[in-house]
């Protein structure tokens, strides 16, 4: 049975609506749902993006409650990665889909690791808005690490990924390695100024390290949502992209 035959689709809408009726702290809320224009059900989940929106404006406003409401809600977004894990599992040994319904699987379970480490990544930003709520980090120090241009890029990458999933649209999906490339040249730009600063006489060098591992981990997101398309295009085309940067990396070497 593949992944759009009647029973399949019918136990997915099933399962949409019980988790679009619940409200657990265990369970993800339902942000989309819907059918592909082939018939294949879908629901985009909140969890992981609003945990990445909500460390920005916790870090901009110094805001403690916000962060430990990041902090609460990351057991959700473990049981997240769980359930999928154990869905993808059950739809392999109970559905043997074949071809692209396979890939797709194979797709999101390799995905639902990358979702949980972006989660960790807000988690991390969040740890460290509560732990510096005596001395809040200076607005002109986030301002001079390119932070908000380097998030709200991060953002609009997250949300090729999800408008690239839904419409099946691998255009979409290459788009956002491009954007990784700008985002490389905003964090370069940030190297410069915390290297400016951290040479400075007034200097607070805690603060600044802090900083400058909380946009570390902006560009680690970025990579994970790289990650994330080249798992898109695979499920779609089935074209692996990570072999062919391997090999390339390899023949660089070589030469």
Same mark, same amino acid.
């Given at each position: 049975?593949?992944?759009?035959?009647?029973?399949?689709?019918? =136990?997915?809408?099933?399962? =949409?609506?019980?988790?679009?009726? *619940?409200?657990?702290?265990?369970?993800?809320?339902?942000?989309?749902?819907?059918?592909?224009?082939?018939?294949?059900?879908?629901?985009? *989940?909140?969890?992981?993006?609003?945990?990445? /929106?909500?460390?920005?404006?916790?870090?901009?406003?110094?805001?403690?409650?916000?962060? /430990? /409401? #990041?902090?609460?809600?990351?057991?959700?977004?473990?049981?997240?990665?769980?359930?999928?894990?154990?869905?993808?599992?059950?739809?392999?040994?109970?559905? %043997?889909?074949?071809?692209?319904?396979?890939?797709?699987?194979?797709? #999101?379970?390799?995905?639902?690791?990358?979702?949980? =480490? +972006?989660?960790? $990544?807000? &988690?991390?930003?969040?740890?460290?808005? #509560?732990?510096? %709520?005596?001395?809040?980090?200076?607005?002109?120090?986030?301002?001079?690490?390119?932070?908000? &241009?380097?998030?709200?890029?991060?953002?609009?990458?997250?949300?090729?990924?999800?408008?690239?999933?839904?419409?099946?649209?691998?255009? +979409? !999906?290459? $788009?956002?390695? *491009?954007?990784?490339?700008? +985002?490389? @040249?905003?964090? @370069?730009?940030?190297? #410069?100024?915390?290297?400016?600063?951290?040479?400075?006489?007034?200097?607070?060098?805690?603060?600044?390290?802090?900083?400058?591992?909380?946009?570390?981990?902006?560009?680690?997101?970025?990579?994970? +949502?790289?990650?994330? !398309?080249?798992?898109?295009?695979?499920?779609?085309?089935?074209?692996?992209?990570? $072999?062919?940067?391997?090999?390339?990396?390899?023949?660089?070497? @070589?030469?």
């Amino acid at each position: 049975l593949g992944m759009d035959t009647r029973q399949v689709v019918a =136990r997915f809408e099933a399962e =949409r609506q019980a988790l679009a009726m *619940m409200n657990h702290p265990h369970i993800a809320k339902v942000f989309d749902a819907g059918a592909t224009d082939s018939g294949r059900p879908y629901f985009v *989940m909140e969890l992981v993006k609003g945990q990445l /929106e909500h460390a920005a404006d916790a870090l901009h406003s110094n805001d403690a409650e916000l962060a /430990e /409401e #990041i902090l609460r809600k990351e057991s959700r977004v473990n049981a997240f990665e769980i359930n999928l894990e154990k869905e993808c599992e059950n739809t392999i040994a109970l559905f %043997q889909p074949v071809a692209t319904e396979l890939r797709f699987v194979l797709s #999101i379970s390799r995905s639902i690791a990358e979702l949980e =480490r +972006l989660g960790d $990544h807000a &988690e991390f930003t969040a740890r460290a808005v #509560i732990d510096y %709520q005596e001395k809040p980090f200076s607005e002109e120090y986030i301002k001079a690490f390119y932070y908000k &241009e380097m998030h709200d890029m991060t953002m609009a990458m997250f949300n090729n990924v999800i408008d690239a999933f839904e419409k099946k649209d691998t255009s +979409l !999906a290459r $788009h956002i390695f *491009m954007m990784d490339k700008e +985002l490389n @040249k905003i964090y @370069k730009m940030a190297i #410069i100024s915390f290297q400016a600063e951290i040479n400075s006489k007034n200097a607070r060098a805690e603060e600044l390290l802090m900083l400058y591992s909380i946009c570390a981990r902006v560009i680690r997101s970025s990579s994970l +949502l790289t990650n994330l !398309a080249e798992e898109i295009i695979f499920y779609i085309e089935a074209e692996v992209l990570k $072999h062919k940067k391997m090999k390339q990396k390899m023949k660089e070497k @070589k030469d």
